[in-house]
């Protein structure tokens, strides 16, 4: 009997062509759309060196700081180059380089540094943006120099320079915004498997379908009949994020590097979740169909929305302020854990990620069994 | 002959509304019951209390001698259900549906599919096997719908309602399959609100009103209680209120009832009343368009006893 519930909850599932669409082609319908929308940002995203004047007359010389970090930045052996520095001793010289659009802008030291630009633009905020920067930080170190002259200096510019390092050390080198996308799309096609937990269920329940009466009826029992019912629909479910797996990696030329077994892993587990959530909502509301869907569309739209899928911001927010949120939230769990491959070197944050998955998934089958234990029904 | 079916004092009540008070019938082997009332009687709920689909507040009720309960897989596999609603898969074709609920029976592969062509036979849908449900019309739907509930050969069927919007062809299949059933000894529940169908397959019925029973017997028994024993109609005919007066007091005259053009005279015995109308008819010069007579029907059972009609 198990085999043959199985195997015919496949095939009813198979046929259902909103599920199907859903769990097969949205996705890879919406992997398609993040290709041709994010794959130019990226690579339009490496900042090209721009050319650049500097009035080289006796203020500029005077400030040391500021002149050798814009001699490091225009150095050809620096592989973070901004800028290709052109040094003149008359403002008009760089004006009229200015006007003729040989630069994009220039740098005139009188008593503080001015940058003169001709229109707005991307490397002209940039130009405005990193001397700015530089100020900021000669500022920061002249304070330092006033509050407690020369001692302690060096260890002051390592504790800055370690701040920074920080930050360049635990990040992933190689970070992507497609790729950050492509996981919010895996983590998005892991949770809509509860449509088809949630779809499998109600047919087998006599309190929400007429066949759900007929098998009731039967000698099948409901532990059996359910069982077999969900593992079709996970079945399903992997199939559907197997298919967007090989669109991805295939056809799309995504690079999971050297954490492919654990993003597919968590997807797994992350597809388990999602099917939990459908099956505890079909057990444990007694509405029509079309309002479980809803329901579950609303739960899971809001986890998505709370675990940043629609703005990263919005996972800061909740993290930084109702933290325990995020911490039972399966799409933040799912996320989190792919991020986090993402972002740093360990794969603590990784495993306790998928901890938490589990345990979801362990009390969302607690509730859906405690809902399904009755066999029969006071009102159908 | 063994009693398959025992009910004893069952009451299943929905919040304050009592669907079913104190109800306590059987079913003996190979019988056909009827179980006939309006809509909102207590028919369905009898029957889903029946299969352990509700829970109930108080009662026995026991099938094949044994309590009834939802984890009673012993009995659930010689029961067969033919639900009022339509209870199929819209993915799967005729044979696969029947085949699955049939498969949730009879685990044999190859002795299900024996079971499942034969049930198609029975049915009459041999030609469409492969049609998906949408593909089918309701009367085909509803064969299927029959075909699905007892392919796996039941000992005992319950039928709720089967023929609700039904085309007559498909009714008098329907029919003449669950006469079929019977025929090879299945034990039958039979609910419904047409009377036809009780007095032409049911041995025995119980009317049921506002969850109780009111009457009880075979359809004859039951025909015998109304105090009418012949109505006769009169079609397209004119009358004063002397004429009227004159009906009334004709020998053997219960009740007459004119409205507009059709006049209607109840008997109290049934014997020569027909002639004897005709001829006061041509002697008083009365034309009309059609007369006829009937006895009476579980119908007028049913109204006498409650003041209602059956489909109201």
Known sequence: ?380 | MKKVIEVEHLTKKYKDFIAVSDLSFDVEEGEVLGLLGPNGSGKSTTINCLLSLLNYEDGIIKILGQVMSSTNYDVKKDIGVIFQDIAVFEELTVYENIDYFCGLYIEDKQLRKEYVIEAIKLVGLEDFQKFYPKQLSGGLLRRLNIACGIAHKPKIIFLDEPTVAVDPQSRENILAGILNLRKKGATILYTTHYMEEVEMICDRVIILDKGKIIASGSPLELKNLAKIEEKVTIEDISLKKTDLEKIKSLKNVEEVSYNKTTLIITYKKGQHNLPLLVEFLKKENLEYQRIFSERPTLNDVFLELTGKELRD
């Open chain 1, 1 to 380: 009997m198990f085999k043959h519930n199985f195997i015919y909850t496949l095939k009813i599932l198979g046929k259902n062509k909103v599920l199907i669409f859903w769990t097969f082609a949205f996705p890879i319908i919406l992997g398609t759309f993040f290709f041709l929308a994010f794959s130019d940002i990226e690579n339009n995203e490496k900042l090209d060196v721009f050319p650049i004047a500097i009035v080289e007359n006796d203020n500029f010389n005077s400030r040391m700081g500021f002149k050798e970090t814009f001699e490091v930045l225009s150095d050809d052996n620096n592989e973070d180059k901004l800028f290709d520095v052109s040094y003149v001793l008359e403002e008009d010289v760089a004006l009229e380089m200015l006007e003729n659009k040989d630069i994009v802008g220039y740098i005139l030291v009188l008593d503080e540094p001015t940058v003169v630009v001709a229109k707005s633009g991307i490397n002209e905020t940039i130009l405005q943006v990193t001397t700015d920067q530089i100020l900021s930080h000669e500022k920061v170190l002249e304070d330092y120099i006033r509050k407690n002259g020369n001692s302690r200096l060096e260890n002051f510019v390592k504790v800055m320079m370690d701040d920074y390092s920080y930050v360049l050390d635990n990040s992933n080198k190689n970070m992507s915004y497609t790729m950050v996308e492509y996981y919010t799309l895996i983590a998005m096609t892991c949770l809509y498997g509860g449509t088809l937990g949630l779809t499998a269920l109600n047919q087998n329940l006599a309190n929400m379908s007429q066949r759900g009466k007929r098998i009731e009826v039967s000698p099948s029992p409901k532990f059996k009949v359910v069982l077999s019912s969900i593992l079709a629909s996970f079945l399903i479910s992997l199939i559907g994020l197997f298919l967007l797996f090989l669109f991805l990696v295939f056809l799309l030329k995504v690079d999971f590097g050297l954490f492919g077994g654990h993003v597919v892993l968590l997807a797994i587990v992350g597809n388990l979740a999602g099917l939990a959530i459908g099956v505890a909502i079909a057990s444990c509301f007694k509405v029509k169909e079309g309002t479980k869907l809803g329901i579950l569309l609303s739960v899971t739209m809001l986890g998505c929305f709370l675990a940043g899928m629609m703005g990263i911001t919005m996972k800061y927010v909740v993290d930084k302020n109702v933290g325990w949120i995020n911490m039972i939230n399966p799409a933040n769990l799912i996320t989190d854990g792919f991020y986090s491959l993402y972002y740093y070197d360990t794969l603590t944050r990784y495993w306790w990620d998928l901890l938490g998955l589990l345990i979801f998934i362990g009390v969302m089958v607690i509730v859906s069994v405690l809902a399904l234990r009755r066999n029969s029904y006071d009102s159908i």
